[in-house]
């Protein structure tokens, strides 16, 4: 008889955002429902990149521009863009791209690279992929590292080595993010260990502070240490469209074979590429008229996020991130436990939350504010909460 995945038993009953959304449809469905808990757009996708797409898509209709499958790294002329606005002057190349089809999938199959018994370090609270995706592995040396408030949410440098390492910036969920000298110390280390650092920048577009790291790149011998990560997803609104990238630079070897040569061959295996329409929509966010649009719709949703930050503070609340990140990552009161502070809010003022146990033990006595939603709810979320803590607390 064939036998389970013994693995698949030891993940939590759901997945964190999937048990929020059911019990939020729970709720009293007279009074609207306004969502800051899920990390999802909020906006349409720009029609520029739509036209886009279905331009590319209609030319596979035809014998002369008819396509067959695509380079299981992507289109060559989305990874020289991608060269050009994003690794301008950090010597990247574009055989060291890697285009993918989300942050997700490239970040819980990187470990295909790497043995099963690599010692793991992730962070908590964090990202829940990256803890689930190594159980289902079957990994059984994972270890968490304590971000706690009073170091700012960042981890601290272990005294024991680690083979692998989790590392987000901006944040989920916390929103905090890593200046070039403290990440700096993460490149020191791995460098010291032998280690590989998984440097996750689905939210790099969201910084605004000149002091905040964009790419791990920027910090010298990175490249011997580093694969970072990218998505179009909330950059570009391309959630349901699925793109994104990864860096594999050739100067990262693991016993003289160079991963990015490695993860070729793994694609070309397991993978079929990106749909070609979609990487020619990735194409046009990086045109002049994308890259206005990414703008745009950036500073739509972190203007959300300082009227969100501003509001809460206001009402008493000890926030973090909401900088340079779209999400505010907010003490309970009363010392309330995540999940009975995420009830509460959600029963009296029907607004979804994500309570923070749900990113990891050290997430407790907080709950994850997202700024992916409309100004006017976000509004009429503050009004309400205000009105609800000035009878309740
Ligand atoms: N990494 C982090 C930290 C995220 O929060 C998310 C999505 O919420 C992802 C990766 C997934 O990105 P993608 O949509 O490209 O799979």
Redesign the pocket.
């Known amino acids: 008889m064939v036998k389970l995945n013994k693995s698949l038993k030891q993940l939590s009953s759901g997945y964190l955002f999937q048990e929020v959304e059911k019990i939020s449809l729970s709720i009293n469905k007279k009074i609207k429902l306004i969502n800051l808990g899920i990390?999802d757009i909020n906006k349409p996708i720009s029609k520029f990149f739509i036209t886009h797409i279905c331009k590319a898509a209609k030319t596979l209709q035809y014998e002369k521009t008819k396509r067959g499958y695509c380079n299981s790294q992507g289109e060559n002329n989305l990874r020289r863009i991608i060269k050009k606005y994003c690794y301008k002057n950090l010597n990247i190349s574009e055989d060291e791209i890697f285009i993918s089809s989300?942050?997700?999938?490239d970040?819980s199959s990187i470990q295909e690279l790497f043995s099963k018994d690599a010692k793991i370090a992730i962070c908590d609270p964090s990202?829940p992929v990256y803890l689930d995706s190594n159980i289902i592995a079957g990994r059984k040396n994972i270890s968490l590292l304590k971000c706690l408030e009073k170091n700012n949410f960042l981890p601290l440098i272990p005294k024991k080595s680690y083979d692998l390492i989790y590392l987000?910036s901006p944040n989920?969920p916390t929103g905090v993010a890593f200046t070039k000298k403290e990440l700096k110390k993460w490149v020191d280390y791995a460098l010291k260990n032998k280690s590989v650092i998984l440097f996750?920048g689905?939210y790099e577009s969201f910084i605004t502070d000149k002091n905040i790291i964009r790419s791990i790149y920027e910090i010298e011998k990175a490249k011997k240490v580093a694969i970072e990560f990218r998505?179009f997803?909330k950059m570009a609104g391309f959630?349901s469209l699925r793109l994104?990238y990864l860096i594999i630079p050739k100067s990262l070897k693991i016993e003289n074979y160079s991963l990015s040569n490695l993860w070729k061959r793994l694609l070309d295996t397991k993978f079929g590429s990106v749909s070609y329409p979609i990487q020619q929509g990735g194409l046009a966010v990086y045109s002049k008229e994308g890259r206005a649009e990414v703008k745009k719709l950036i500073s739509y949703y972190m203007t959300n996020a300082s009227i969100l930050r501003k509001g809460l503070e206001k009402l008493n609340f000890k926030t973090f991130g909401g900088k340079n990140s779209p999400y505010i990552w907010c003490k309970t009161l009363n010392n309330l436990s995540s999940w009975d502070f995420f009830n509460l809010i959600l029963k009296n003022t029907n607004i979804i939350t994500i309570p923070g146990r749900g990113f990891g033990k050290c997430g407790e006595n907080f709950i994850r504010f997202s700024a992916f939603a409309n100004i006017t709810d976000i509004k009429l979320a503050l009004k309400r909460l205000k009105k609800f803590l000035k009878n309740s607390f």
């Open positions: 990390g989300g942050t997700k999938r970040i990202y987000c989920n996750d689905a998505s997803s959630t994104s």
